[in-house]
T-cell receptor, first 119, second 113 residues
Framework: GAVVSQHPSWVICKSGTSVKIECRSL??????MFWYRQFPKQSLMLMAT?????????EQGVEKDKFLINHASLTLSTLTVTSAHPEDSSFYIC???????????????FGEGSWLTVV | GQQLNQSPQSMFIQEGEDVSMNCTSS?????WLWYKQDPGEGPVLLIA?????ELTSNGRLTAQFGITRKDSFLNISASIPSDVGIYFC?????????????FGGGTRVLVKP
């Protein structure tokens, strides 16, 4: 199946600093990528939809100035957590839409996730 | 955001048993997807369903897209220890503002002690 890769897998940063997480589609071009946050033992919570070449669409309650999303190419989207605080510590997951072919429908594949710990 | 109703929330399995879980919604979806998530990792796609009534298998997994387009089920036959994990259903609606997935709450599959 298609592969979506996230980097880094885990990161520890100091409170007040910013940290960037990358999401890459490795074998398809993704016009749309999604960023999720997941708390322990809970389902995925959509933060924003990232469209190549345009501004991201944020879900209600998600601060766009805090969670900066850039989708500069068809294979790369980045999430930057600015001025991170301990409450931002979480598991962040991206996904990318594979448009598929005329035979198969489009499908969404997920990255491996990135653990962020803010100390 | 909106969630699908996924049940059961958790279940214990014994090796060799069949497992069933389902998702229902008050909304109609155009696509149903089933994912498995292991601890500390991202969800892995198991089965994608695109048409109402579609029944699709992937090894020991079988999933169906409900006729009403408001529900889907996933069956695992002859379970093995590596089937342990969290299974999520996800539905996708086509909207003018762009598609996005709505997730179920997850079904946690555990091994009977």
């Amino acid at each position: 199946g298609a592969v979506v890769s996230q980097h880094p897998s885990w990161v520890i940063c100091k409170s007040g600093t910013s940290v960037k997480i990358e999401c890459r589609s490795l074998d398809f071009q993704a016009t749309t990528m999604f960023w999720y946050r997941q708390f322990p033992k809970q389902s995925l919570m959509l933060m924003a939809t990232s469209n190549e070449g345009s501004k991201a669409t944020y879900e209600q309650g998600v601060e766009k100035d805090k969670f900066l999303i850039n989708h500069a190419s068809l294979t790369l989207s980045t999430l930057t957590v600015t001025s991170a605080h301990p409450e931002d510590s979480s598991f962040y997951i991206c996904s990318a839409r594979d448009p598929g072919t005329a035979r198969s429908g489009n499908t969404i594949y997920f990255g491996e996730g990135s653990w962020l710990t803010v100390v | 955001g909106q969630q699908l109703n996924q049940s059961p929330q958790s279940m214990f399995i014994q090796e060799g048993e069949d497992v069933s879980m389902n998702c229902t919604s008050s909304s109609i979806f155009n696509t149903w997807l089933w994912y498995k998530q292991d601890p500390g990792e991202g969800p892995v796609l198991l089965i994608a369903l695109y048409k109402a009534g579609e029944l699709t298998s992937n090894g020991r997994l079988t999933a169906q897209f409900g006729i009403t387009r408001k529900d889907s089920f996933l069956n695992i036959s002859a379970s093995i220890p590596s089937d342990v994990g969290i299974y999520f259903c996800a539905g996708e609606m086509i909207k003018a503002a762009g598609n996005k997935l709505t997730f179920g709450g997850g079904t946690r599959v555990l091994v009977k002690p």
